[in-house]
């Protein structure tokens, strides 16, 4: 057990512990005052990573070869410690988006599941995306109608017609149906639409919506 003297030398000069050879407990303490002491520690073991980890995603970029769970953890604390993996898995890279969309930005090139969770939370997304194809773009509109913010100009009537049938003859949820019935840049009689293409389950939703008003 540490003593309050050699906590207090930690804590005022946690540099020192970079040309010495500290104890578990040494560098379990030093990285509890500060996770950034880690930049500190030659070869800690799991116990210090994880602890640091878990204070801050951010951690590591102190970490040699860092293991998949140990990614995983650092992008479930924070979302924008993907920025210091080279070479993120997808898997980390989904955990990444699912913490926040907006580690998309770190991401040089997402995978199909990253993109589409990124832009399912959010349309502004789509902002950080490259080379979307047209399957991409009906993957995403099925996600958040609300992409056409941003694409309205260059998206074809009739293949927005064809992914909207696609929507509403099915099971719609009542989110996807209110951000359809406000989206102003949709010029449409949308009452109309799921009155002729849209399930029982979409009819119900979309006068649940209006009565709602």
Same mark, same amino acid.
């Given at each position: @057990?540490?003593?309050? *003297?050699?906590?207090?030398? +930690?804590?005022?000069?946690?540099?020192?512990?970079?040309?010495?050879?500290? $104890?578990?407990?040494? @560098?379990? /303490?030093? #990285?509890?005052?500060?996770?950034?002491?880690?930049?500190?520690?030659?070869?800690?073991?799991?116990?210090?990573?994880?602890?640091?980890?878990?204070?801050?995603?951010?951690?590591?970029?102190?970490? *040699?070869?860092?293991? %998949?769970?140990?990614?995983?953890?650092?992008?479930?604390?924070?979302?924008?410690? &993907? %920025?210091?993996?080279?070479?993120?898995?997808?898997?980390?890279?989904?955990?990444?988006?699912?913490?926040?969309?907006?580690?998309?930005? /770190? +991401?040089?090139?997402?995978?199909?599941?990253?993109?589409?969770?990124?832009?399912?939370? $959010? !349309?502004?997304? +789509?902002? /950080?995306?490259?080379?979307?194809?047209?399957?991409?773009?009906?993957? /995403?509109? *099925?996600?958040? +109608?609300?992409?056409?913010?941003?694409?309205?100009?260059? #998206? !074809?009537?009739?293949?927005?017609?064809?992914?909207?049938?696609?929507?509403?003859?099915?099971?719609?949820?009542?989110?996807? &149906?209110?951000?359809?019935?406000?989206?102003? #840049?949709?010029? @449409?009689?949308? &009452?109309?639409?799921?009155?002729?293409?849209?399930?029982?389950?979409?009819?119900?939703?979309?006068?649940?919506? #209006?009565?709602?008003?």
């Amino acid at each position: @057990m540490l003593d309050e *003297k050699q906590k207090e030398a +930690i804590r005022k000069t946690p540099s020192a512990l970079a040309g010495s050879e500290p $104890s578990e407990e040494e @560098m379990l /303490y030093a #990285v509890q005052c500060a996770w950034n002491n880690l930049k500190y520690l030659n070869n800690p073991p799991p116990s210090v990573r994880t602890l640091a980890l878990k204070e801050k995603g951010w951690a590591i970029q102190y970490l *040699k070869e860092p293991t %998949q769970e140990e990614a995983l953890l650092a992008v479930g604390r924070d979302a924008d410690a &993907i %920025q210091f993996l080279s070479n993120p898995s997808p898997e980390v890279q989904v955990a990444a988006v699912r913490t926040s969309w907006r580690a998309l930005r /770190y +991401i040089s090139d997402p995978s199909p599941e990253a993109r589409r969770l990124a832009v399912a939370q $959010s !349309e502004q997304a +789509i902002g /950080y995306l490259k080379d979307v194809s047209e399957e991409d773009l009906r993957v /995403y509109l *099925k996600e958040n +109608i609300n992409v056409l913010k941003y694409l309205h100009d260059s #998206v !074809e009537p009739d293949f927005l017609s064809e992914v909207l049938q696609e929507v509403f003859s099915g099971d719609p949820s009542a989110q996807y &149906i209110g951000q359809f019935m406000d989206l102003e #840049v949709l010029s @449409m009689d949308r &009452i109309a639409f799921v009155d002729r293409y849209g399930s029982k389950n979409a009819k119900m939703r979309l006068a649940d919506y #209006v009565l709602g008003r």
